[in-house]
């Protein structure tokens, strides 16, 4: 992982403070985090969510159970694709470079 560079007003690069930079790195995620919670929420609420009411019956219930796995796995599954296809591009090009 590389550090985190900012620009000074004179125009030098100056590397941030590890602390600051795991600091940010740590809201990023939070902020990641819940964007996809919202995301879920969202979709979820849309899919299952016929008519609020005092109380879930348990169709309403059953269907956000499985709403919010399926959104779980998929996220995994996009994830752990995503990983496969760096690395796979990763290895190209290094045998490119050889």
């Known amino acids: 992982e590389g550090s985190l560079t ?10 941030a403070d590890p602390q600051l930079q795991h600091f940010i790195e740590i809201e990023s995620q939070k902020q990641r985090f819940q964007q996809l919670v919202h995301q879920m929420t969202e979709v ?12 879930l019956d348990s169709r309403t219930e059953i269907c956000f159970v499985n709403c919010v796995e399926r959104f779980i796995d998929t996220s995994q599954f996009i994830l752990n694709r995503l990983e496969q296809t760096q690395k796979t591009r990763g290895s190209f090009s290094e045998t490119m470079l050889d």
């Open 44 to 55: 979820c609420w849309e899919k299952c969510m016929d008519k609020p009411g005092p109380k």
């Open 6 to 15: 900012y620009t000074n007003m004179d125009g030098q690069g100056a590397t």
